[in-house]
C-alpha cells in the first residue's frame, strides 16, 4: 500500500469524504483471504452468504484471483479445453457495510492494487468465439473461431512486461465491482446498473466508485482484476493477475444513482451498460445530465447542451454480453461563480 494514499490526496476532498457516514475517517482494517473467502462467485444477486460484515470507513484487502482462478498455468494451455463457460470472473465477497440500505450509494476508494505472488504472472489469450473482432454468440458468423494464442506476462508494481520489444506501465484497475441488484442473481460477465463487469480503467487505485444500493448492506463483490488494458478490451482478455487489492467502503444517505459513478480528483463520470454500444453512451450521458442537475444546479438544457462541447466518452469494455461507457466531465466546469 505504500505506493497510494489511504485517502484521496485531492485539492477538494471526494464527495465519500464530504457526504459519507465515515465523514473522511478511517476504521479497522479487515483481510479476505482464499481461506476466508472459501468458494468464489460466478454469479452478483441477493442469495449468497456474507462473507464478512463492516463499518463505513472500514477498509478491505482482498486476494483477488485471476479472471481463469489461476486454471491457465502455461503458454501451451488451450483455454477450451481448462475453462468452462461461464465459470470464469470469480468474485470475492459479498461483503454487507453496515448503515447501507436501498436508495443509498455505496462508496468505494480503491487505495491500492499490488501483484500477488512471489514471481507474479498475468495472463493474456485468445478464446473461441470470445472477443471484439471475432464472432460470438452474440454477433453469429459461419467464420471459423480465431485461434487459441495464451500468452504468459511478466509483471511488478512498476511494469508490464509484454515482450522483449513492448514494456507497458503497470496501470492497475478493477474489472467487476458491484453492488448485488434487488432480486436477479447476474452472472459476474455482464455489467448493468448494479455495476458489474464493466472493465472501465479510471475504477483503479486513487478513484472513487459510486455504486447503487439495492438491497440492505450493500453485498459487495469485487475481482476481475487487470495489470493494465487499454479501453475496450479488444481481445476480450487484459493482462489478467491475482492481486492485493485494498478498499475502503462508505456509504452516501439518500443518494439514489440509477447507475454507477465514479469521481477522479478532476472529473466526475456515470457509467452506462447496454448493447448496442450507442445505447450505452445514451445512459451514461443521460445520467451525467441528471447529476449535474440534482447536485450542481445546473438546467437540465443547458447541462445537455454544454456536454456537447466539453464532455468525454470513455470507452470500458465492448466484449461482454452488455458494453460499457463512462461519460465524463471535468469539475472546473461544475464550480458555481
Given at each position: 500500500?505504500?505506493?497510494?494514499?489511504?485517502?484521496?490526496?485531492?485539492?477538494?476532498?471526494?464527495?465519500?469524504?464530504?457526504?459519507?457516514?465515515?465523514?473522511?475517517?478511517?476504521?479497522?482494517?479487515?483481510?479476505?483471504?482464499?481461506?476466508r473467502q472459501g468458494t468464489y462467485h460466478y454469479t452478483i444477486g441477493?442469495?449468497?452468504?456474507?462473507?464478512?460484515?463492516?463499518?463505513?470507513?472500514?477498509?478491505?484487502?482482498?486476494?483477488?484471483?485471476?479472471?481463469?482462478?489461476?486454471?491457465?498455468?502455461?503458454?501451451?494451455?488451450?483455454?477450451?479445453?481448462?475453462?468452462?463457460?461461464?465459470?470464469?470472473?470469480?468474485?470475492?465477497?459479498?461483503?454487507?457495510?453496515?448503515?447501507?440500505?436501498?436508495?443509498?450509494?455505496?462508496?468505494?476508494?480503491?487505495?491500492?492494487?499490488?501483484?500477488?505472488?512471489?514471481?507474479?504472472?498475468?495472463?493474456?489469450?485468445?478464446?473461441?468465439?470470445?472477443?471484439?473482432?471475432?464472432?460470438?454468440?452474440?454477433?453469429?458468423?459461419?467464420?471459423?473461431?480465431?485461434?487459441?494464442?495464451?500468452?504468459?506476462?511478466?509483471?511488478?508494481?512498476?511494469?508490464?512486461?509484454?515482450?522483449?520489444?513492448?514494456?507497458?506501465?503497470?496501470?492497475p484497475h478493477v474489472g467487476t465491482i458491484s453492488c448485488s441488484p434487488?432480486?436477479?442473481?447476474?452472472?459476474?460477465?455482464?455489467?448493468?446498473?448494479?455495476?458489474?463487469?464493466?472493465?472501465?480503467?479510471?475504477?483503479?487505485?486513487?478513484?472513487?466508485?459510486?455504486?447503487?444500493?439495492?438491497?440492505?448492506?450493500?453485498?459487495?463483490?469485487?475481482?476481475?482484476?487487470?495489470?493494465?488494458?487499454?479501453?475496450?478490451?479488444?481481445?476480450?482478455?487484459?493482462?489478467?493477475?491475482?492481486?492485493?487489492?485494498?478498499?475502503?467502503?462508505?456509504?452516501?444517505?439518500?443518494?439514489?444513482?440509477?447507475?454507477?459513478?465514479?469521481?477522479?480528483?478532476?472529473?466526475?463520470?456515470?457509467?452506462?451498460?447496454?448493447?448496442?454500444?450507442?445505447?450505452?453512451?445514451?445512459?451514461?450521458?443521460?445520467?451525467?445530465?441528471?447529476?449535474?442537475?440534482?447536485?450542481?444546479?445546473?438546467?437540465?438544457?443547458?447541462?445537455?447542451?454544454?456536454?456537447?462541447?466539453?464532455?468525454?466518452?470513455?470507452?470500458?469494455?465492448?466484449?461482454?454480453?452488455?458494453?460499457?461507457?463512462?461519460?465524463?466531465?471535468?469539475?472546473?466546469?461544475?464550480?458555481?461563480?
Amino acid at each position: 500500500m505504500s505506493k497510494n494514499a489511504m485517502k484521496p490526496q485531492w485539492e477538494t476532498p471526494a464527495i465519500m469524504d464530504q457526504r459519507g457516514l465515515a465523514a473522511g475517517k478511517i476504521g479497522t482494517t479487515h483481510e479476505l483471504t482464499p481461506e476466508r473467502q472459501g468458494t468464489y462467485h460466478y454469479t452478483i444477486g441477493p442469495y449468497s452468504e456474507p462473507v464478512m460484515t463492516v463499518q463505513p470507513g472500514d477498509r478491505v484487502v482482498f486476494w483477488t484471483p485471476d479472471c481463469f482462478e489461476g486454471r491457465i498455468q502455461k503458454e501451451d494451455d488451450k483455454p477450451s479445453e481448462i475453462l468452462e463457460m461461464p465459470f470464469i470472473n470469480p468474485q470475492c465477497g459479498p461483503i454487507m457495510v453496515e448503515g447501507a440500505e436501498k436508495g443509498d450509494a455505496l462508496a468505494i476508494y480503491i487505495e491500492s492494487m499490488e501483484p500477488r505472488g512471489e514471481n507474479p504472472r498475468g495472463t493474456c489469450c485468445m478464446i473461441p468465439e470470445f472477443g471484439g473482432l471475432t464472432g460470438t454468440n452474440y454477433t453469429a458468423t459461419l467464420n471459423d473461431p480465431l485461434p487459441e494464442v495464451v500468452r504468459k506476462i511478466n509483471l511488478d508494481d512498476d511494469n508490464v512486461y509484454w515482450s522483449d520489444r513492448v514494456t507497458l506501465p503497470y496501470k492497475p484497475h478493477v474489472g467487476t465491482i458491484s453492488c448485488s441488484p434487488e432480486i436477479d442473481s447476474i452472472n459476474a460477465l455482464t455489467p448493468d446498473q448494479h455495476g458489474g463487469n464493466m472493465d472501465m480503467p479510471d475504477i483503479c487505485p486513487g478513484n472513487v466508485t459510486y455504486l447503487p444500493v439495492k438491497v440492505t448492506g450493500g453485498r459487495f463483490f469485487i475481482g476481475d482484476c487487470h495489470a493494465c488494458q487499454g479501453e475496450g478490451e479488444v481481445c476480450g482478455v487484459a493482462v489478467e493477475y491475482p492481486s492485493v487489492t485494498t478498499v475502503r467502503f462508505d456509504v452516501i444517505k439518500g443518494w439514489q444513482n440509477q447507475w454507477p459513478r465514479l469521481e477522479t480528483e478532476n472529473t466526475i463520470m456515470t457509467i452506462g451498460s447496454a448493447r448496442p454500444l450507442e445505447d450505452a453512451t445514451r445512459i451514461a450521458y443521460r445520467e451525467l445530465v441528471y447529476w449535474l442537475v440534482e447536485d450542481y444546479g445546473f438546467d437540465k438544457w443547458d447541462a445537455y447542451m454544454m456536454l456537447s462541447q466539453c464532455g468525454v466518452a470513455k470507452l470500458g469494455n465492448f466484449v461482454d454480453p452488455k458494453y460499457t461507457i463512462g461519460a465524463a466531465i471535468p469539475k472546473k466546469y461544475l464550480a458555481r461563480k
